[in-house]
């Protein structure tokens, strides 16, 4: 989910949200809506490869020099906009702040 979610489209994410909504009413019970499962996993599997020093994705989360925030991606593209590295680091900045 982590993959694919960040590069759906508005309709198709109102889509899925329209899949949890119905799983909602036949068990009973609230659910957790997609963007927050996205983020928590996105976080969950940034800090992995944070502490993963051979990953080969663990170069791209680079520390700003204050040390607090990690630097953003250059992305000309929305493709590389919506990707999970790009997501992911933005998601960790806001997280500590």
Known sequence: MCVWFSSCT???RK??????????????CPLPSLEDLYNSRC?????????????????LFELLPSGRCYRT?????????????????TA???FRL
């Open 10 to 12: 508005a309709a198709e």
């Open 15 to 28: 889509e899925l949200q329209r899949f949890v909504i119905t799983a909602q009413s036949i068990i009973g």
């Open 43 to 59: 976080l969950r599997k940034a800090k992995i490869i944070l502490r993963d020093t051979s990953h080969p994705g663990h170069s």
């Open 73 to 89: 991606l250059r992305a000309r593209t929305n493709r590389l906009k919506n990707s999970f590295y790009a997501r992911a680091i």
């Open 92 to 94: 960790l900045n806001a």
